[in-house]
Structures are given as C-alpha cells and as structure tokens.
C-alpha cells in the first residue's frame, strides 16, 4: 500500500511567545507526508519556487518519501506564511501570506500516483483537490482535509469535491461554522450526511472525534507541556491517521479506526513539540511505541 | 463508607437558547450529592430557607441521601441564582444571585457526619470548608471544588483550605488563572505541588485530567448532542469521581482512578441532559452501566 498526499509546501516564518523562527518547511504536504512516513511508504505531491533548497527535498528524501511529484517552478517563489502565536500557544495571527507558485498550482501527479488506491488531499483549495482526483484512475479511499478559508471563498467547490472524497477532516470550529450546528457532534453528523464515509473533527489540544455511519470514536490529545510550535498539528494528525488506515489495506473496523486516531494523536504531539518538522526527524518508531504505551495507561479504561 | 457532602443548595431559574424553567433544585452540593448516591450513602450539609418545599426534600430522601444537615434557616430565603446560556451552550451569564441564607451559611455537621472518613467540599465560599473541615474528627480524604469567584476574592482562605484538603477539583480556565501557566498540564502540576495528593483540572466539553505525584489521566468526556442544560455538569462529575472512590474505601490506585473519572463523566453527561437533576432522576445503575460499555467502545484502545 502507498499513499499520495497532495498539498500545499511552504516555508514559514513562526513567533511564537518564546522563539521566532525564519524558514523552515511548513504547508499541509510537508506536514501530513512527514507523518504518514512512519507507517507507509508516501508519494508527495505539490509545487515549490526557485528558492527552494536541495536540502529541504532531502529532508524528505531520508524517509524514503517519493518526492517526483514535487514540481519546482523556477519562475516563482515558494509559498510563504508568516504567523505568530499569542500567549496562550493556541490562537494564532496570520501575519503575512504569500501564496506565489501556489496560487496556479494545478497538481501534476506522476504516472505512479495515479494508479493510487490511496489519496490525502492536504488543506488546500478544493479546486486543487478536484484538480487531484481527475488525474487518479481509481482509488479506493480519498480522503481531504480543510479549513474555515474554503468554506468561506470556496464553498461550492468544497461541496463538489466532499461528494467525491470518502472521509473529511476539519476542525471543530469549521465544523460549526460549514453546518450551522453549535454541538460539535451534531455538526459532524450533519456532515457525514453530505454522503462520506467518515468525517473527523479535529479539536486540538482537546483531541478528535471520528464519526461513520455505524461508529463514533472520541480520542483526547496527547497531554504534554512541552508545545513549542502547534502548526502542522493538524496535518500531521491527519496525515499519519489516514497513513494508519492505509497500512490496514483501508479497512475501516474499529480497531483500526481507534488505533488510526491514537497513532494520528501520537504523531501530532511529537509534531508540536518542535518548530516545523524538527522533532518528528528525531523520532522513530520505538520513540511512537513507547508514547502509545504512555498514552494507553493516561487514557484507556 | 459513607460521604458527606457540604455545599450550596440553591433554586435557580436557568435560561437556555430553546427553554426556560423557574424554581429548579440547583447549587453545588445538590449535583454532587446527587451524582455521589448512585455509588455510596451520601449525607448531605447545607442550608435553605422558608421557601424551601417539601418536596425538595424528598428528591434526596428518595435516593436515600440523609437530609439530617439540610438546616433550614426560617428567616431568610434560599439561595437564588439565575442564568442564561449563550447560542454556544457552553458559555453563560450571570442574570441574578441572592446569596440569601447562603450569606452567613456556617455548616454544622450532624454528630454522624464529624465522623465521616470521607469529605466532600462542594463549589463554595473556601471559609465554608474550612468551617466544615473543622468540625471533622479524622478524615481520610476530603476533595473540593472551586471557582474562579474564589481565586479572585478569598485567594487566601482557599490557599489556607487547599493546604488542609487532599484533592482539588477545578476548571482549567480556574487552574490557568490560579497559577498564571498557560498550559492546562503545567497548571495543574502547579497546583499539585501546593500539597495535594490530587488535583482534577474539568475541560467541560472536553472532559478531564488527573494528576498526581505519578498518576496522570485524562477522560475525554462522553460525546453527546442533547446537551439541555449544563448546570451543574462540573458538580455531578466531581461528586461522582469522589464517590466511586469512597466506594473503592478511597483507594488511589490507577484502575480507581480511571474508573471514578470514567463514572464521573457518565454522570455528568446524564446530568446535562436534562434541567437541574431531572434527567439524574430517570436513570439506575443499569443505565450508568450501558452507558459505561458504550463509552468504553468510543474511547478505549
């Protein structure tokens, strides 16, 4: 099994209460790549500028991530965000964006994604997304994650794309604002009606919430103290639940499913841990297994 | 083993976005009296006023709760609160509060209760526990809830009350502002190290943490879309966490632990499905139990 995340891949610049820090590798791709590398073998789609560097590929090169599907565009720059994070580390500012070899970014995925049975469409604009799906010859799971953005600017696209994905991951906040419905479980259900699979709702340091037709799944967060930069929480979160579920072939039983959102959880707190990608290039995986353990004493009864 | 159980007892009229209902049985010792007596014998300390009926009283009686420390003052008026929820159903305003009888409430535990083993201080002013743990002989272990009324006007009283109890349950909003950390975990230790053996830090909606010297657990709370009325939630969950470990003859071992969160959460989500304790009225243990598997198939892994 192989998996194709499509995203956004940018570099950042991150304040947060304590540190700044200046470009380091961020967007939706890198993140939720990064992630899924842990349990099965990636294929990254998405497109940087002139600036990029040999070794940001190389960051993803040493996971053993397919980086063939990363366009460089040398008439451009690199997409960039600038954002700061206010004291209490989780609401955060957009200071700048610029979105750059982004903002005509129409994914071109190699011959061998497009036999993929396995897609993950990384926050981005649904359009991309679609975009995505026309080039796949048949998959068997898709699954997107989005934000507040594209259901503000894109709506219809999002819409369109929805009915033609398997499972939606989105944010609590997002859930409430896409659906109108202020219970967080009522929002997710009014989405999953929209004819998915699944939908998650993320919620942060609060955990995620996995609902399907027949099953709701509650998962808290890791709980740590050590938050040194919360972005790609999110992504990487996604990225490394789906990877999980991927590794299972797609099967979406229970276990799989919980196991999925603990290892998407584990993941996520590893992430945040860090600027960037830092602290998940320290981890392997007996690091992973020995925070399951920590995590299933802290949570399971 | 039995609980004594301190607190308000209050008549609250409560506003939400769908209903309104005056003249409902609230206050702190009446949720987690109430939650407590699904797991142990509860007696139950505080004080009404002549508009205290009748029937209010039988409401406990008929959950076997000893009413013998109900004192019911006949020149004043129980304590009144009224409030009304935002769209949100999380987020509320305070309309109106007549501390009446409450205002000189000096609790006098009946001869039985000073030999309880077990106390539990509900949601109050901190020099009403104090009065309480006076009149006490040799408690084994004694909790209480606060608020963040109390940090703001008796941070003293309750520096005093926390250095002479054993576990302190309280918001996470409460434990941030009680000890300036901005993350819920290094708050929580905070507090911990103020003597404690345990400090339970309630995120509402996204349930609990656990923290002793070497325990911590976390308890996502019991996902659910009929939330009617929040009221009360935090007591139930407190009163019932405390009491499932009485029954337990107040083990703090791991499995008590996450068992007592556990039942803590189930009550609590009973309890805000309904006005007041209403919904608290409906159910039996066969229900708490159902509920019980359901949440271990959501949560456990």
């Given at each position: 099994m192989?998996?194709?995340v499509?995203g956004?891949?940018?570099i950042?610049n991150?304040?947060?209460?304590i540190e700044?820090?200046e470009?380091?590798l961020g967007g939706?791709?890198?993140f939720?790549?990064?992630?899924?590398?842990?349990?099965?073998p990636v294929q990254?789609?998405?497109v940087?500028?002139?600036?990029?560097l040999p070794e940001?590929?190389?960051i993803?090169q040493?996971?053993?991530?397919?980086?063939e599907?990363?366009e460089?565009?040398?008439n451009?720059k690199t997409?960039?965000?600038?954002?700061?994070y206010?004291?209490?580390m989780?609401d955060r500012?957009?200071?700048?964006?610029?979105?750059?070899?982004l903002?005509?970014f129409?994914?071109k995925?190699?011959e061998?994604?497009?036999?993929t049975?396995?897609l993950?469409l990384g926050?981005g604009a649904?359009s991309t997304g679609?975009?995505?799906?026309?080039q796949?010859?048949?998959?068997d799971?898709?699954?997107a994650?989005?934000?507040?953005?594209w259901?503000?600017i894109?709506r219809?696209?999002l819409?369109n794309l929805?009915?033609?994905?398997?499972g939606?991951?989105?944010n609590?906040s997002?859930?409430?604002?896409?659906?109108?419905e202020?219970?967080t479980?009522a929002a997710g259900r009014?989405?999953?009606?929209l004819?998915?699979?699944?939908?998650?709702?993320k919620k942060?340091?609060h955990?995620a919430?996995?609902?399907s037709?027949?099953?709701?799944?509650?998962v808290?967060?890791?709980?740590?103290?050590?938050?040194?930069?919360p972005?790609?929480?999110?992504?990487?979160?996604?990225?490394?639940?789906?990877a999980?579920?991927v590794?299972q072939?797609?099967?979406?039983?229970?276990?799989?499913?919980?196991?999925a959102?603990?290892y998407?959880?584990?993941?996520?707190?590893f992430?945040?841990?860090g600027?960037?990608?830092?602290n998940?290039?320290k981890?392997?995986?007996?690091a992973?297994e020995?925070?399951?353990?920590?995590f299933?004493?802290?949570?399971?009864?």
């Amino acid at each position: 099994m192989k998996l194709t995340v499509v995203g956004s891949i940018a570099i950042d610049n991150v304040q947060t209460p304590i540190e700044k820090r200046e470009n380091i590798l961020g967007g939706s791709a890198t993140f939720a790549a990064y992630a899924a590398s842990f349990f099965v073998p990636v294929q990254m789609v998405g497109v940087v500028g002139e600036d990029w560097l040999p070794e940001y590929t190389k960051i993803f090169q040493d996971r053993n991530i397919n980086v063939e599907g990363i366009e460089v565009e040398k008439n451009g720059k690199t997409f960039r965000w600038s954002g700061k994070y206010l004291d209490n580390m989780n609401d955060r500012e957009t200071l700048d964006t610029q979105l750059n070899v982004l903002g005509n970014f129409k994914p071109k995925l190699p011959e061998s994604s497009r036999q993929t049975k396995y897609l993950f469409l990384g926050n981005g604009a649904p359009s991309t997304g679609l975009e995505a799906l026309n080039q796949i010859h048949d998959a068997d799971l898709v699954v997107a994650d989005t934000m507040d953005l594209w259901i503000n600017i894109a709506r219809e696209e999002l819409n369109n794309l929805i009915s033609r994905i398997d499972g939606l991951v989105l944010n609590d906040s997002e859930a409430k604002q896409f659906t109108g419905e202020i219970n967080t479980l009522a929002a997710g259900r009014k989405i999953l009606e929209l004819g998915l699979k699944f939908v998650v709702v993320k919620k942060g340091e609060h955990g995620a919430i996995f609902l399907s037709r027949n099953g709701l799944y509650v998962v808290p967060a890791f709980p740590t103290e050590k938050v040194v930069d919360p972005t790609g929480a999110g992504d990487s979160f996604a990225g490394a639940m789906f990877a999980y579920i991927v590794a299972q072939n797609g099967k979406l039983d229970e276990t799989t499913i919980k196991n999925a959102l603990v290892y998407g959880t584990l993941i996520a707190s590893f992430c945040v841990e860090g600027f960037s990608i830092e602290n998940l290039q320290k981890i392997d995986n007996a690091a992973i297994e020995s925070r399951l353990n920590q995590f299933r004493k802290i949570v399971s009864f």
